[in-house]
């Protein structure tokens, strides 16, 4: 049977061909019933054909229907998504817990310890002392001094404002060290530890201020007594700047101070000190009645030290000989204190050196004969070699200078611009003696010392001097002394690597 023609044109509801394939239609019976119409009138090759451009057709539509119904798509997708995981969620199994956990209660009934009543009794009677410790304030008064120190005490308030001795303690500078002793809130002692009333005790004593109470009331009395040394050992390594790696190491600055002249003939500290340099030192603390003290520059002397510089390690050891005043020496016995020091001031900056410069004051190139070593006014000036004061006054543009002559030769060191001079003319001077203060004299912009070095009345460059001047020998019968000196001073040194590497300072 040849298959049926297709029709183009468009058939009206009446005649229309009825579709191919199965249709679902309504039967006589409650359901659906498929029909077969078309299907039946074609033969196999026609029913695959049609089936084929169904199949395409159906394609065709799936594949432009995001493009035509985007929205519709996009509300489908999300509902889908939307149902599976709130399906998931719907079935995820819930485990319940039935084992409801069992509380128990134990006790036991203990004796009474013998003798409490007693105890307690006698708790209530004892006394409780306390001690503080603190540093006086600028801004203490009686009242808030002893309240800082939890003391409520009215009759040790009105002591402390009424006594001329007991008054000392609010009266001049602050930081003064306190220590009170309480007795149920009360006043019992009251200790204050402070600088040595003479300025020559000030590296060797201090001043204690005793308050204490009695069945009478309250006494006080002060006393000069000696501070004690303690030997401590600190390293450490080079950051930004020598100071503040000895802060990092909890170093005292008199103790860098020494460290730095100690070191100034070997090292450059302006221009040479490097990243990562390292040094050890072995220094004297004081101490009072066992507190390390709180003014000055709480230390004593440098006993010995060491300071790598750029991979080339200096050290000193500090030996005095019978009869002679103390010194620096290498472990070879090489003195390390020259005939002149490097510098007038102990630790400074130059702020101009020994070359040609702009005058800030005469506004003009000229040779600066010299080096300027910027300073607060006041600051000390110390004669760097022994000699005799040659000009002590009043010099033109030098302000108050002072010219010290040195071994009767021909060299004559210069001191210029200073606020105070302290030496006369004739008068004989050792190395390191005060001479004089920084200041601002004669043509100065601002405090500061000029400092020269002449040679045969030439100027030479005061930088190259100290290195070059001869060096102190050890004689040969302190020798065999300083070697004993020198082995346990470099045992000490050698220690302090091996503390820093295990995160301890030694002290």
Avoid: C
């Amino acid at each position: 049977m040849p298959a049926l023609p297709r029709s183009t044109q468009p058939s009206s509801p009446s005649t229309r061909r009825p579709p191919r394939g199965p249709v679902l239609g309504t039967g006589p019976g409650k359901g659906l019933t498929i029909l077969n119409q078309t299907t039946d009138r074609l033969t196999a090759p026609a029913q695959a054909s049609a089936f084929t451009r169904t199949l395409d057709r159906l394609e065709d539509a799936l594949f432009h229907l995001p493009r035509r119904h985007p929205r519709r798509v996009a509300a489908a997708v999300v509902a889908l998504l939307t149902g599976t995981a709130v399906t998931a969620f719907g079935v995820a199994p819930l485990t319940a817990t039935t084992a409801v956990p069992t509380q128990q209660l134990i006790s036991e009934t203990l004796p009474a310890p013998a003798q409490l009543a007693e105890q307690l009794e006698a708790l209530d009677l004892s006394e409780l002392q306390l001690h503080r410790n603190d540093l006086t304030r600028g801004s203490d008064t009686a009242d808030s001094l002893l309240r800082r120190l939890g003391v409520d005490d009215a009759e040790a308030a009105a002591f402390l404002r009424q006594d001329p001795v007991a008054r000392r303690v609010l009266e001049g500078r602050p930081g003064k060290m306190v220590q009170a002793t309480t007795e149920n809130g009360r006043l019992a002692t009251l200790v204050v530890r402070s600088p040595a009333e003479l300025s020559e005790q000030r590296d060797t004593h201090f001043t204690r201020l005793t308050i204490s109470r009695d069945a009478a009331g309250f006494k006080a009395r002060a006393e000069q007594a000696p501070l004690a040394a303690e030997v401590k050992l600190g390293s450490g390594t080079i950051t930004s700047s020598l100071f503040a790696a000895a802060d990092d190491a909890h170093i005292p600055d008199g103790v860098t101070t020494q460290l730095a002249e100690l070191f100034s003939t070997d090292i450059d500290f302006r221009r040479e000190l490097r990243r990562g340099d390292t040094f050890t030192v072995l220094y004297e603390a004081l101490t009072a009645d066992g507190e390390p003290i709180t003014w000055g520059s709480g230390a004593g002397r440098v006993l010995a030290a060491r300071f790598v510089n750029a991979g080339k390690a200096h050290e000193a050891i500090w030996f005095q000989e019978p009869g002679s005043k103390g010194t620096y020496y290498d472990p070879t016995g090489r003195s390390k204190n020259r005939v002149f020091l490097s510098s007038p001031l102990a630790f400074s900056r130059v702020t101009s050196g020994f070359a040609m410069r702009f005058h800030p004051i005469h506004k003009t190139w000229r040779a600066h004969l010299g080096v300027d070593f910027g300073a607060p006014t006041g600051t000390p000036v110390r004669v760097v070699g022994d000699g005799v004061v040659e000009f002590a006054g009043v010099q033109n543009g030098y302000g108050n200078v002072i010219h010290v002559r040195h071994g009767g030769g021909d060299r004559v060191t210069v001191y210029a611009h200073l606020s105070r001079v302290n030496v006369k003319r004739g008068q004989r001077v050792a190395q390191g003696d005060n001479i004089g203060a920084v200041g601002a004299t004669g043509w100065a912009t601002g405090p500061h010392l000029h400092f020269e070095f002449r040679v045969n009345g030439r100027q030479i460059d005061p930088m190259t001097i100290a290195r070059a001047s001869e060096a102190v020998a050890l004689s040969p019968a302190a020798r065999g002394r300083f070697n004993m000196v020198a082995r346990t001073a470099l045992a000490q040194l050698q220690s302090a690597p091996a503390v820093a590497a295990n995160g301890v300072r030694m002290e």
